[in-house]
T-cell receptor, first 113, second 113 residues
Framework: NAGVTQTPKFQVLKTGQSMTLQCAQD?????MYWYRQDPGMGLRLIYY???????DKGEVPNGYNVSRLNKREFSLRLESAAPSQTSVYFC????????????FGPGTRLTVL | SQELEQSPQSLIVQEGKNLTINCTSS?????LYWYKQKYGEGLIFLMM?????EEKSHEKITAKLDEKKQQSSLHITASQPSHAGIYLC?????????????FGQGTTLQVKP
């Protein structure tokens, strides 16, 4: 089992460019999440998907869109990247939303120039 | 909105020493999670606590949730270099059944051989 995989591992963008971060899990989990991690601020939830076919905003959704493509895959899109979106992005999944351990991917380090 | 405050922010201990990390919430905790992160990697789940007064242990790490469910502590006994990393506490930002975790800012632990 690979667990939660994320692509790419590293990415450099110019301001205004767009890109999609990919996430997949092979644990048959229902819920998936996108977080960003910035120095001194811990992790903050961007969007989550409690189950296939549903998505909802987290704490910092502005500038992002998500797609729950199927039960395995949950992508995060930056339509017009800004330097403030420079961060490390983590995808996570859990069997259920409530009181369940979240399994994290290895992260994508994104720099926006 | 709920906030989690971790203390200390960083810690340097000699190998073999005990240490404690605290996580204090501004609101009642419904599901408190402890994770460990090594630099540049994803988060590894340690333990989850739900009930007031609950205590869990895994190897040399013990986590407790106080009776009022507003503070949790993580205690490491006889620390080893393998314990080094960033420890994060997380809690359900809703009423416990949303999966929308909020995190503290993290505690960086160094263990000197």
């Amino acid at each position: 089992n690979a667990g939660v995989t994320q692509t790419p591992k590293f990415q450099v963008l110019k301001t205004g460019q767009s890109m999609t971060l990919q996430c997949a899990q092979d644990m048959n989990h229902n819920s998936m999440y996108w977080y960003r991690q910035d120095p001194g601020m811990g992790l903050r939830l961007i969007y989550y998907s409690a189950s296939e076919g549903t998505t909802d905003k987290g704490e910092v959704p502005n500038g992002y869109n998500v797609s729950r493509l199927n039960k395995r895959e949950f992508s995060l899109r930056l339509e017009s990247a800004a330097p403030s979106q420079t961060s490390v992005y983590f995808c996570a999944s859990s069997a259920l939303a409530a009181y369940n351990e979240q399994f994290f991917g290895p992260g994508t380090r994104l720099t926006v120039l | 909105s709920q906030e989690l405050e971790q203390s200390p922010q960083s810690l340097i201990v000699q190998e073999g020493k005990n240490l404690t990390i605290n996580c204090t919430s501004s609101k009642t905790l419904y599901g408190l999670y402890w994770y460990k992160q090594k630099y540049g990697e994803g988060l590894i789940f340690l333990m989850m606590l739900q009930k007031g007064g609950e205590e869990k242990s895994h190897e040399k790490i013990t986590a407790k949730l106080d009776e009022k469910k507003q503070q949790s502590s993580l205690h490491i006994t006889a620390s080893q270099p393998s314990h080094a990393g960033i420890y994060l506490c997380g809690a359900d930002g809703g009423s416990g059944n949303t999966g929308k975790l909020i995190f503290g800012q993290g505690t960086t632990l160094q263990v000197k051989p």
